[in-house]
């Protein structure tokens, strides 16, 4: 059982407070670049990289849960535990992507105040997932030997 809220009797408060902080990094990122020059077109490369590569896992991720998909963070009933594609390299990979495309954004956008608002989501992701997770090991017998050999968020990393 999880000490984390479950905001609603399928998570709908952790939904509404993801899309807040989603919405604040790309308000952030307006505020203008705090590096100018050659630096921020390195940057802009890098971000972009990071945005293609956070859009194509969360994309990915979104596909390989098929009918299991639900914006919710309670599983739908009826679904299989599913621990292929995208979900073989991490546990969360569309909340992982919007990460990793966030951090993108920032570099682009060269925002300090962005790059900040995406360590935030990636705190509140693991707390998210966190609470997710509680449910999914209540739903599937094997979701523990799942989670111990495949990462949380971030591909090889975390």
Avoid: C
Avoid at 37 to 65: K, N, S, T
């Amino acid at each position: 059982m999880s000490r984390l809220p479950a905001l609603g009797p399928r998570g709908e408060g952790w939904v509404v407070v993801q899309l807040v902080l989603l919405g604040a990094v790309f308000v952030a990122g307006l505020a203008g670049p705090v590096v100018n020059g050659p630096l921020r077109g390195l940057l802009g490369v890098a971000g972009a990289i990071l945005i293609g590569g956070g859009g194509y896992l969360a994309f990915r991720g979104l596909l390989d849960l098929d009918a299991a998909l639900t914006p919710l963070p309670h599983p739908r009933d009826g679904a299989s535990l599913v621990d292929t594609g995208a979900y073989g390299l991490v546990r969360h990979p569309i909340y992982g992507g919007l990460v990793i495309a966030a951090t993108g954004y920032a570099l682009v956008a060269a925002s300090a105040l962005a790059l900040a608002g995406a360590l935030v989501l990636l705190v509140f992701f693991r707390l998210k997932s966190g609470r997710e997770e509680a449910w999914l090991r209540e739903r599937y017998p094997g979701y523990a030997a799942y989670a111990a050999r495949t990462k949380r968020l971030l591909p090889g990393i975390y």
